[in-house]
């Protein structure tokens, strides 16, 4: 049986506006749609389908935004994980254009929720991406100008050297642009915030509640320790805490460990930081990402883990990332380290599918979750409700199994990401 755990000993968790209370599950209960996880997916199609008028209940195996939801670097991108040069390359430039277009709502659809629910999540416009080798830059400036010239993207500036040095505090980069549409916020306060709008519209949600079984069919079924879930549909929202729920979506969506530190607050000192308080992240494989929060800490991520545990020393883990660009914050203190788990897949797409009559999984949101994660609850919801439209552009995506199954895909990951990371330091 799953131990409920309290939420991680984050800045987040010390920090978060308004919190929600919701009671484990208690007996056998119906609904038109049951969702397993409390995460930003399993919330947003809670909240859109409550608006719908449809029945619904949603279990959470700990605390509402537990998972990543709640840990994450709280950054919100534009578009997809993967570039538009690659997409179309892999897809053409057709379906190129329309994830494009699907990514730009996804954030609006960020922005529209925390604007129509008044949800106080500390957001902060702009996104700086930082070049880390210097043959990176001129692939940087054609991405822009496709983005320009054929995506219609207005609001982007190309950064120097010079001009990034001064944009983020640090001379390690050799140059970068910003996107003034994108931007940050409290991951955890958002994810309440969406939770508390579909308590509003009509969702029952079950905190300390864990899915142990689903019985597919006719009508599916969720069972747990505390009772079971009728329902016409069941989703699984699970991203990287699957455990053991679903073999064909866990030999998809791998999860993976990365960890994050705040610092002390910095006052005037974070001025010569993140002048503009844009969120920043930078071109390696296992990915630096950063941001001032609403108090003026240093929210810094970096590091990435493959096994089942975390280092014992999270603050000294990341700190170690965080001085290689900021040597001048050796003498700052860090108040809080956390980590968690997020999930990838091998193309790094989201893995969208509607597995079985009235059985959803959604996940593999590889990193840029505040978006993505958010808008495929959405688009569920719509599937759900007979429109399949945007759900199946997603759904076509290919998304081949991580190779050794279960038991050696860990092994595999962990090979390829060594690689990535020597190549990130040549």
């Not at 968790?13 to 009671?23: E, F, H, L």
């Not at 939801?69 to 919100?76: E, I, V």
């Not at 400036?141 to 219609?152: A, I, Q, S």
């Not at 429109?387 to 038991?407: M, T, W, Y």
């Amino acid at each position: 049986m799953q131990v409920k755990q309290p939420h991680a000993p984050s800045y987040y968790a010390a920090t978060a506006k308004g919190a929600v209370s919701c009671p484990p599950l208690s007996g056998d209960v119906q609904a038109d749609v049951c969702i397993i996880g409390g995460g930003y997916t399993g919330l947003s199609v809670a909240l859109h389908l409550a608006e719908r008028g449809r029945s619904v209940v949603l279990i959470e195996a700990n605390k509402i935004g537990w998972g990543a939801s709640g840990r994450n670097g709280g950054q919100l991108h534009s578009g997809q994980r993967r570039d538009q040069s690659t997409l179309e390359e892999w897809f053409g430039k057709d379906k190129a254009h329309l994830l494009y277009a699907l990514g730009e709502e996804a954030k609006g659809t960020v922005k529209g929720l925390i604007a129509r629910h008044a949800i106080d999540c500390d957001w902060q416009d702009g996104l700086i991406h930082a070049q880390h080798k210097e043959r990176y830059v001129s692939p940087m400036m054609e991405e822009v100008e496709l983005l320009e010239r054929e995506y219609g993207v207005a609001g982007l500036s190309v950064l120097s050297r010079e001009e990034i040095a001064v944009a983020l505090g640090t001379n390690n980069f050799f140059g970068g642009w910003r996107e003034q549409s994108a931007g940050h916020l409290h991951p955890l306060s958002y994810a309440l915030g969406i939770a508390r709008a579909a308590m509003k519209a009509g969702a029952t949600l079950h905190e300390d509640t864990a899915a142990l079984r689903v019985i597919e069919g006719k009508r599916p079924k969720v069972e747990t320790a505390s009772g079971t879930i009728s329902a016409e549909t069941v989703i699984l929202a699970c991203n990287g805490y699957l455990d053991g729920l679903h073999a064909e979506t866990e030999a998809r969506v791998m999860p993976i460990h990365n960890f994050i530190l705040a610092t002390e607050p910095l006052g005037e000192r974070a001025k010569t930081l993140i002048p503009g308080r844009e969120a920043a992240c930078d071109s390696r494989f296992v990915v630096n990402y950063w941001r001032l929060s609403a108090d003026s800490r240093l929210i810094f991520g970096g590091g990435e883990t493959y096994g089942r545990s975390f280092p014992e020393d999270i603050k000294g883990f990341v700190r170690k990332h965080m001085l290689k660009l900021y040597p001048q914050l050796a003498d700052v203190r860090i108040d809080y380290g956390w980590g968690g788990t997020l999930a990838v897949t091998m193309k790094r797409l989201p893995y969208l599918r509607r597995l079985s009559p009235g059985f959803y999984t959604s996940g593999g949101y590889s990193g840029q979750g505040v978006g993505t994660a958010t808008f495929a609850g959405k688009i569920l919801a719509e599937a759900i409700c007979g429109e399949q439209e945007r759900f199946d552009v997603f759904a076509s995506l290919p998304n081949i199994p991580f190779p050794g199954g279960k038991l050696f895909r860990y092994p595999t990951l962990v090979l390829a990401m060594t690689w990535y990371a020597l190549r990130d330091r040549l």
